[in-house]
T-cell receptor, first 114, second 118 residues
C-alpha cells in the first residue's frame, strides 16, 4: 500500500531561520505530489503541487519543494521563516493513473518564535 | 459557493447515536471526497464521489459509515451507532475533476466537522 512519511513531527525555529521538512513516499510509479498547510484555526490549504516537468516547484509565501525521484522524496523548503509560518504542514501523494486517493503523511507541526 | 462548506462545525453526541454530517462543495465541482483526521494524524481517505455515484468507498472503516450524494452536489456522511473511536474531524474536499493531471484535480478542503462521541 502507498504510504507517506514525514520524519519531523515537531519543529521549532526562530524567525529568519531556514526550513526544510522531509517527505518520503513508498510508491514507485508516476505520482502527483502536494504540500498542504493548516494555520491555527483554519482549514487545510494548498501550498504547492508537482505534476510533471521542473522538479523544483515554487509555491505561495516563499515556499518551494524539490522532487527527487531517485530518493522518493519531496522536501519542503523556505530560506527564511516568519512567525506567521507557524502551522501544521502535510505532505500528500497520489498515483497518477485513473482515480487514486490522495494519501497524507502524519504532518509536521512548525512553531516559529519571534 | 466560494469554498467548501461543512455543517455542523462541531457535533457532540452520545455513544450509540446516529449522526449526519453535511458537505456543500464548490459549485461545478464534480468530484467530492470525505476524509477523517484523528488527533495527531494526517487526513485519512474515506470515500470519493464522481457525480452522484460513490466511485471509491474503500476507506469507509465499517458498515456503520455511509455517504450519499443524491443530486451530484451536496453530500451527507452518515454514521450509525456511533462509538468513542469515531471521534475525529471529518473533512470534505472537492475538485473540478476526479482524475487526471493538472489543476482540475486539486482538492480544496472545507473547515471540517469536529465529532465528539461521549
Amino acid at each position: 500500500a502507498q504510504s507517506v512519511s514525514q520524519h519531523n513531527h515537531h519543529v521549532i525555529l526562530s524567525e529568519a531561520a531556514s526550513l526544510e521538512l522531509g517527505c518520503n513516499y513508498s510508491y514507485g510509479g508516476t505520482v502527483n505530489l502536494f504540500w498542504y498547510v493548516q494555520y491555527p484555526g483554519q482549514h487545510l490549504q494548498l501550498l504547492l503541487k508537482y505534476f510533471s516537468g521542473d522538479p523544483l516547484v515554487k509555491g505561495i509565501k516563499g515556499f518551494e519543494a524539490e522532487f527527487i525521484k531517485s530518493k522518493f522524496s519531496f522536501n519542503l523548503r523556505k530560506p527564511s521563516v516568519q512567525w506567521s509560518d507557524t502551522a501544521e504542514y502535510f505532505c500528500a501523494v497520489r498515483r497518477n493513473t485513473g482515480f487514486q486517493k490522495l494519501v497524507f503523511g502524519t504532518g509536521t507541526r512548525l512553531l516559529v518564535s519571534p | 459557493g466560494a469554498g467548501v462548506s461543512q455543517t455542523p462545525s462541531n457535533k457532540v453526541t452520545e455513544k450509540g447515536k446516529y449522526v449526519e454530517l453535511r458537505c456543500d462543495p464548490i459549485s461545478g465541482h464534480t468530484a467530492l471526497y470525505w476524509y477523517r483526521q484523528s488527533l495527531g494524524q494526517g487526513p485519512e481517505f474515506l470515500i470519493y464521489f464522481q457525480g452522484t455515484g460513490a466511485a471509491d468507498d474503500s476507506g469507509l472503516p465499517n458498515d456503520r459509515f455511509f455517504a450519499v450524494r443524491p443530486e451530484g452536489s451536496v453530500s451527507t456522511l452518515k454514521i450509525q451507532r456511533t462509538e468513542r473511536g469515531d471521534s475525529a474531524v471529518y473533512l470534505c474536499a472537492s475538485s473540478l475533476k476526479g482524475t487526471g493531471d493538472g489543476g482540475a484535480n486539486v482538492l480544496t478542503f472545507g473547515a471540517g466537522s469536529r465529532l465528539t462521541v461521549l
